[in-house]
């Protein structure tokens, strides 16, 4: 995530000021896993999820197909939009999650207003609300990022103007690799040849070098956060990516390196986590991929 987030007054509109009678607000169920049905409709305006409603009022789908993977903090769906066939990944509400503790990928930021790093650090109604939104405002400033610098990640389709990608919170919008018919496996899901895996390896700790160059660690970089198609490793999973400015930094990337190591066993490569570091630090030394050109 971002290491300095700033919130507008308009941030605050609903706090309570010193002194004030609270106000009585109904408390409504945390929103987890959306039901497919609620996501598509034959008429947008018959569309039940107001997620879904927005992002067709933007303009940034034309229809929900449906669902392809339900994981700790969000799930994927298959959709349509103005640019083709995207992937929608919609997050649950922090309380929802089976994964909350993100205090590890937190640690180092600066957050300039007092109260709200006061509220996120207490996890009060607007803290969580904050910390919501800069888990998928962070996704797409580092897709941004790592896209614009040639890495081999989804490429995000709002933005890259934060005003722009703020609107569809708590959806993150990209391109889906693979097809509507058959989006990309996981390499964990595959089997692969010897050749193959040694090329898919050999990809992965190049990625994973590509991160490091840019003074970032995954957080969780495994089998599992990494796509297969055409002979391509595709890396996704970006909220948590951290800084060299975290104290954790360290200790996240050598547990990519552990995770990445001990994930391709699977696919008869058996290569030690010291080593896999070592040899992602080295890579990390050379040049880096060819920056892509982001056209208006």
């Not at 109904?26 to 049905?37: E, I, S």
């Not at 910390?131 to 890495?151: M, P």
């Not at 003074?215 to 002979?231: C, F, I, K, V």
């Amino acid at each position: 995530m971002s290491p300095h987030t700033d919130w507008a007054d308009s941030d605050w509109a609903d706090f309570d000021a010193p002194g004030e009678q609270k106000l009585r607000r109904k408390r409504t169920k945390p929103q987890g896993r959306r039901k497919v049905a609620d996501l598509v409709a034959d008429d947008a305006d018959l569309v039940a999820d107001a997620t879904i409603r927005r992002l067709l009022d933007l303009g940034h789908l034309t229809r929900v197909i449906g669902e392809l993977k339900s994981g700790k903090e969000a799930t994927a769906y298959v959709a349509e939009g103005p640019r083709g066939t995207a992937l929608l990944k919609i997050y649950r509400d922090l309380q929802a999650r089976s994964f909350r503790n993100d205090a590890i990928y937190r640690a180092g930021q600066v957050i300039l207003d007092a109260r709200a790093r006061r509220a996120m650090e207490g996890r009060s109604r607007k803290g969580l609300a904050m910390l919501e939104e800069s888990w998928v405002l962070a996704e797409y400033a580092h897709l941004w990022r790592l896209w614009e610098a040639g890495l081999s990640v989804p490429e995000p389709l709002v933005g890259p103007r934060p005003i722009d990608y703020s609107e569809t919170v708590p959806a993150v919008l990209m391109r889906l690799i693979g097809t509507e018919a058959a989006p990309a496996p996981r390499l964990s899901d595959v089997r692969l040849t010897p050749e193959e895996a040694r090329k898919a390896w050999d990809q992965s700790v190049s990625g994973l070098a590509d991160l490091l160059r840019l003074g970032y660690a995954h957080g969780d970089y495994s089998t599992y956060n990494l796509l297969w198609w055409e002979d391509t490793v595709t890396i996704i999973d970006f909220p948590q990516l951290t800084t060299r400015q975290s104290p954790h930094f360290r200790e996240l990337l050598r547990r990519d390196a552990e995770s990445l190591s001990t994930s391709f066993r699977k696919h008869g490569l058996h290569l030690g986590a010291e080593a896999t570091l070592r040899e992602v630090q080295r890579r990390a030394l050379g040049p880096g991929p060819t920056p892509r050109v982001l056209l208006p």
